[in-house]
């Protein structure tokens, strides 16, 4: 059965990231599975049956810069990860996607501030174009509004994903300044899903998991039709 639940992990992975294909900033998971030895255990059906999911790898390649001509619209070239301050702590994003709210403050698009080392980036409202230099100042007009905090990990796999392109770290984990980060406006990084791979992926799981069904029904009906009939000698 392990089997089927590790496909059934994987088929949800695939279709997150189908899901997220459009999604600016977003990361694919590649998915990997090992073998869940147990003793007694028939061989041919373990290699194929007692499969457990093994620990998922995000990919961290760029996504290809499109540009957008918006003002709030940001992405970052090289290493990094824009800083918001959400209600659970911090969380860091490639997804420069952002608005206004009523006051001028910078912020996702589910509403949590965008962050430069001082606090939130606030802009006012009307006051002016606003512009982003390359080491992520922004202006408006011809004032500095403040400087996009853009951050960088040792170890990219501490990072866990959550909705949205956002990932958090554990709390012994700081991040450091990315310097050599550069800051585009107008811009988005997209999404390094390929839905074509996915879709292939998709496909061979599916087929894996539907193999795996009609094995465990012929398996099952077998071992049914042999208790009958030693139930039909006693």
């Known amino acids: 059965m392990s089997g089927l639940r590790t496909r059934l992990e994987q088929l949800d ?26 003793p007694n255990f028939g061989k041919a059906l373990q290699a194929a049956v007692d499969v457990a999911p093994g620990p998922g790898h995000l990919d961290f390649r760029p996504g290809a810069m499109e540009k957008t001509n918006r003002d709030l619209d940001f992405a970052i070239e090289g290493r990094g990860f824009f800083v918001v301050d959400t209600t659970q702590g911090p969380r860091y994003t490639r997804n420069g996607n952002f608005s206004l709210t009523a006051d001028g403050t910078v912020v996702t698009a589910d509403g949590f501030p965008v962050q430069t080392a001082t606090g939130p980036l606030t802009v006012g409202r009307n006051a002016g174009p606003i512009s982003v230099a390359d080491d992520g100042t922004v202006s408006v007009g011809s004032q500095t509004a403040g400087k996009l905090r853009v951050v960088d990990f040792g170890d990219y796999s501490e990072l866990q994903r959550e909705d949205l392109g956002r990932f958090r770290v554990p709390t012994t984990v700081t991040p450091t300044e990315a ?34 069904q009609r094995g465990l029904n012929i398996l099952s009906t077998e071992l049914d039709g042999r208790a009958i009939t030693e139930l039909g000698r006693r």
């Open 13 to 38: 992975r695939l279709a997150s990231d189908i899901a997220n294909a459009k999604t600016a900033g977003y990361k694919a998971e590649r998915v990997t599975t090992h073998a869940a030895q147990r």
């Open 179 to 212: 310097p050599t980060a550069t800051v585009r406006s107008g811009m988005l990084e997209a999404s390094n899903v390929s839905v074509v791979d996915r879709m292939v992926a998709l496909t061979e799981v599916s087929r894996g998991f539907e193999a795996l």
